[in-house]
């Protein structure tokens, strides 16, 4: 069982910057595929970024590729996402997902269904 908790959410002015925090535990981030994603209200959620387990390789969403990066640090067990020049439609709940299933080499999962284990969530609100 893997266990993620987020922190980092908070109220942003537009143009502004937020670094999210994901710590995991039951399994190493060095074995885990990390996700993060979003949602709206009245809207789905939605990719916003992933890392791999063994490269670090990463992926972001289209609308959010050159401001938002990925990382993670090993020895802390936390996945990071650092916001920056945020948008108004970057207000959303910011969820961390982990997928235990490194046997697709770098492949970079980004469906929600290819995740097995999510956070409780963290608000992210960007005012204009």
């Known amino acids: 069982q893997v266990q993620l908790i987020e922190s980092g959410g908070g109220l942003v002015q537009a143009g502004g910057s937020l670094r999210l925090s994901c710590v995991t535990s039951?399994?190493?981030?060095?074995?885990?595929?990390c996700g993060w994603f979003r949602q709206a209200p009245g809207k789905g959620r939605e990719f916003v970024a992933a890392?791999?387990?063994?490269?670090?390789?990463?992926e972001y969403a289209d609308s959010v590729k050159g401001r938002f990066t990925i990382s993670r640090d090993i020895a802390k067990n936390t996945v990071y996402l650092q916001m920056n020049s945020l948008k108004p439609g970057d207000t959303a709940v910011y969820f961390c997902?982990?997928?235990?299933?490194?046997?697709?080499?770098?492949?970079?999962?980004?469906?929600?269904?290819?995740?097995?284990?999510w956070g409780q969530g963290t608000q992210v609100t960007v005012s204009s």
């Open positions: 039951g399994r190493t981030v060095s074995n885990l595929n």
């Open positions: 890392i791999t387990w063994r490269l670090g390789r990463t």
């Open positions: 997902a982990a997928d235990r299933d490194i046997t697709n080499g770098d492949y970079v999962p980004h469906y929600a269904t290819e995740f097995d284990s």
